[in-house]
């Protein structure tokens, strides 16, 4: 269950910075991550995916790194702009024929113009 | 042209009521969610769909119940609403070999 009174993680950036939001996830038998960005009133939007055989996946703007030894991933937004302001979640499937996304915990973005 | 769309948007009931949750989808996805959301934006699993057998109930009350009329749908229905129920539920949709899901835009349920 969740812990009681513990606040959304929260990363302040100004605008024109590169973002890192760090996830780690549990379970080792897990072979693909998506981060998602959900904005204020918005349900969640996929941003980019990576699978288990790879440790790195870029995309526009965004690059999500992967270190399965430590289980651990990260996503890296470059020149960070106020529209990405948004709470991010990383999420893990676990191989087995259905895809059934487990999320973490979630991180407040608040870019600042 | 909504690919995933879910009514009502916002829902406020008295506790003890019934109330239902509509989401359909119109991208030919195997598999359909549903999540709660609370207010510390925790997003927690309910149910998951795949071509109208449930494949998962995450220690979710009785009171909640799936429907799933076809491919295309997953209602979600509540019996004897109670306060901790307020929440925000989110449908959402995937591919059977996944790309990652397509959420709606969420229901706000206000139990009072």
């Known amino acids: 269950g969740e812990s009681v009174g513990l606040h959304l993680p929260t990363l302040s950036v100004q605008e024109g910075d590169n973002s890192i939001i760090n996830c780690a996830y549990s379970n080792s038998a897990s072979d693909y991550f998506i981060w998602y960005k959900q904005e204020s009133g918005k349900g969640p939007q996929f941003i980019i995916d990576i699978r288990s055989n790879m440790d790195k996946r870029q995309g526009q703007r965004v690059t999500v790194l992967l270190n399965k030894t430590v289980k651990h991933l990260s996503l890296q937004i470059a020149a960070t702009q106020p529209g990405d302001s948004a709470v991010y979640f990383c999420?893990?499937?676990?191989?087995?024929?259905?895809?059934?996304?487990?999320f973490g915990r979630g991180t407040s973005l608040i870019v600042h113009p | 042209d909504t690919a995933v769309s879910q009514t009502p948007k916002y829902l406020v009931t008295q506790m003890g009521n019934d109330k239902s949750i509509k989401c359909e989808q119109n991208?030919?996805?195997?598999?359909m969610y549903w999540y709660k959301q609370d207010s510390k934006k925790f997003l927690k699993i309910m149910f998951s769909?795949?071509?109208?057998?449930?494949?998962i109930n995450e220690t979710v009350p009785n009171r909640f119940s799936p429907k799933s009329p076809d491919k295309a749908h997953l209602n979600l229905h509540i019996n004897s609403l109670e306060l901790g129920d307020s929440a925000v539920y989110f449908c959402?949709?995937?591919?059977?070999?996944?790309?990652?899901?397509?959420f709606g835009s969420g229901t706000r349920l206000t139990v009072v």
């Open positions: 959402a949709s995937s591919p059977r070999d996944s790309s990652g899901c397509t």
């Open positions: 999420a893990e499937n676990i191989a087995g024929g259905s895809y059934i996304p487990t």
């Open positions: 991208l030919g996805h195997d598999t």
């Open positions: 769909y795949n071509n109208k057998e449930l494949i």
